[in-house]
């Protein structure tokens, strides 16, 4: 059974920092694309973050770039988001994502993945 357990959220204040920890059973992360995505109230999921199975990948959303940084651990099969210089538009609920398939064709797209975690809230006050 594949599950993707979320922890790391919290409510901080701008200009503050979080860590995101995405841990997989069922799945080697190490051989599949991990994606991070975020939803906040009355807004889509949108996408945030990915990381190719190799490592070669890795892509950020305008938003996430020079802020936001995609790593992971295969000895602790688990994916990071560290997030710096948070700001208020960054609240949203939080998930990490495993796309199955061999080939993804547009890494920024939801529907590209089909295991998803539990979601953790991150809320940047100012």
């Known amino acids: 059974q594949v599950q993707l357990v979320q922890s790391g959220g919290g409510l901080v204040q701008a200009g503050g920092s979080l860590r995101l920890s995405c841990a997989a059973s069922?799945?080697?992360?190490?051989?599949?694309?991990m994606g991070w995505f975020r939803q906040s109230r009355g807004k889509e999921r949108e996408f945030v973050a990915v990381?190719?199975?190799?490592?070669?990948?890795?892509l950020y959303s305008a938003s996430a770039k020079g802020r936001f940084t995609v790593s992971r651990d295969n000895a602790k099969n688990t994916v990071f988001l560290q997030m710096n210089s948070l700001k208020p538009e960054d609240t949203a609920v939080y998930y990490c994502a495993c796309a199955a398939g061999l080939y993804v064709s547009d890494y920024g797209s939801a529907r590209e993945y089909d295991y998803w975690g539990q979601g953790t809230q991150v809320t940047v006050s100012s």
């Open positions: 069922g799945l080697k992360v190490s051989k599949y694309v």
């Open positions: 990381i190719g199975w190799s490592g070669g990948t890795i």
